[in-house]
């Protein structure tokens, strides 16, 4: 079995594939205090109640923390006895980045790229609803084109907490209407809806680029509320990064076929 792990600046995605089968899956808080022996238990936990704790021969990480990256791949070592594949610069992706420095493309959104190409083919927009709400496109053709990154959605009503004396912290719900008639509502519709508007505006002007075939997936833990609002996205995947992990391990394996 393999282990996929994404590390993400507010959340931590793990999932556990029996072959191409991606099973047990969790979402975990990011934190940088934690030591690399509270992770290897946190871990070992997991994969024990999913009933995988034995059975672990392969690790993919991708990470855009570096305080985490080297804990939490220590944690792997040290309790899995596995050594991890980790996402970086030097890792074969099978696609072709067009960006002006590919080192500069992060491996979050790599793993995205990766597995909507194979899933998916092209031309696709990949929405990230993470700490980031980040945009990627990829061609006709499955080369990596290049995107755009805007504030995420937990980043944008933390700065009103922060910033604005008067205003409540507020748990991201559909409001009764646009129109909030409370500072609640009101809130919640300005967060919710605005990004429904970011979302479909960014979606216009990808499609304007890629041509009108684009499809668009929608990934992190806010893909299906947001794409409950609007039609603009096509696919939600959720677990997508953990899709592009498996791809990896298995394109970077010892004796794997060149693409």
């Known amino acids: 079995m393999l282990l996929a792990i994404d590390i993400g600046n507010t959340g931590i995605t793990l999932g556990l594939f029996d072959g191409d089968r991606l099973g047990s899956h969790w979402r975990l808080a990011s934190d940088n205090e934690r030591t690399s022996d509270e992770y290897g238990i946190l871990v070992t ?3 024990e109640r999913a009933g995988g704790g034995g059975g672990v ?5 991708a990470s855009v923390v570096p305080p985490l990256t080297g804990v939490v791949e220590r944690a792997c ?3 899995l006895r596995a050594d991890p594949l980790v996402v970086d610069a030097g890792t074969r992706t099978g696609i072709p980045l067009r960006y002006e420095d ?3 493309v992060g491996a979050d959104r790599v793993v995205n790229a990766v597995a909507v190409r194979r899933l998916y083919k092209g031309p696709v927009c990949v929405v ?3 700490t980031a709400t980040s945009f990627d496109a990829l061609s006709a053709s499955g080369e990596y084109l290049g995107g755009a990154i805007a504030p995420g959605v937990g980043i944008a009503a933390d700065a009103l907490f922060r910033r604005a004396a008067k205003l409540p912290r507020v748990e991201l719900l559909r409001p009764p209407s646009a129109i909030g008639r409370n500072t609640v509502h ?3 519709s300005g967060l919710l809806y605005g990004y429904v508007g970011l979302v479909e505006g960014m979606v216009a002007r990808f499609r304007a680029e890629l041509g009108p075939e684009m499809k668009t997936v929608a990934t992190g833990a806010l893909a299906e509320q947001i794409a409950g609002e609007t039609c603009a996205i096509d696919i939600v995947e959720p ?3 953990l899709e ?3 791809t990896l391990f298995e394109l970077n394996r010892p004796g794997a076929r060149q693409s």
């Open 45 to 47: 936990q997991l994969l």
């Open 57 to 61: 021969r392969g690790v993919a990480i």
């Open 77 to 79: 070592r040290d309790y």
């Open 102 to 104: 590919p080192k500069q």
């Open 128 to 130: 990230d609803f993470g």
């Open 186 to 188: 009101s809130l919640q």
């Open 239 to 241: 677990w997508l990064a």
């Open 244 to 246: 592009g992990l498996k």
